[in-house]
């Protein structure tokens, strides 16, 4: 789906335009002019349409008007992992745009590959985490108990309508 943004003048006698492309934003910026003729320089960039996460990196990538050209390019190239990784990251663990997205290997945050945290303590269950437990015994066991103390060390949170649980390093 194509990302669609919106450059909102902070000059107020002006009108803003819709773009897809750093390239069309150029065309438009250099022909922006204001109710007087005046050359229109500063611009809010918005996103209006495109995927959900595309919506969700675009808040944690904090929109501007020096900084839209590499939105429109990681959103085009980074696959849905990568982009839920920049959005934790960035917007729920404190790092820099620089540390994240300069950095393709990035490895300080981990996102579990479970959408509910009962799910994962069934899995440490099984891998022996807590030991060696009978089959027979594993019905009796509390995973909500579990997934609760897990959630003591997991963070989580709703990126494009998904649940996400992540470990930050």
Not at 18 to 27: L, M
Not at 37 to 64: N, S, T, Y
Not at 76 to 90: C, P
């Amino acid at each position: 789906m194509t990302i669609v943004l919106f450059a909102q003048p902070y000059d107020i006698a002006a009108t803003g335009f819709y773009f897809e492309t750093a390239e069309q934003y150029d065309e438009h910026a250099a022909k922006a002019l204001n109710d007087y003729g005046q050359p229109v320089e500063e611009f809010e960039i918005q996103f209006i349409d495109g995927e959900r996460i595309d919506c969700e990196l675009a808040k944690a990538w904090q929109l501007h008007q020096g900084n839209f050209g590499g939105y429109l390019t990681a959103a085009g190239d980074w696959e849905e992992d990568r982009k839920r990784l920049y959005i934790i990251a960035v917007g729920e663990c404190g790092y820099s745009h620089e540390e994240v997205a300069g950095d393709p290997d990035f490895d300080g945050v981990e996102i579990l590959p479970y959408t509910n945290l009962e799910s994962y303590a069934e899995q440490l269950v099984a891998d022996g985490v807590f030991g060696d437990i009978p089959e027979s015994f594993r019905k009796y066991i509390d995973y909500w108990h579990i997934a609760t103390d897990l959630a003591l060390e997991y963070g989580s949170t709703t990126i494009a309508g998904e649940v996400v649980h992540y470990a930050h390093r």
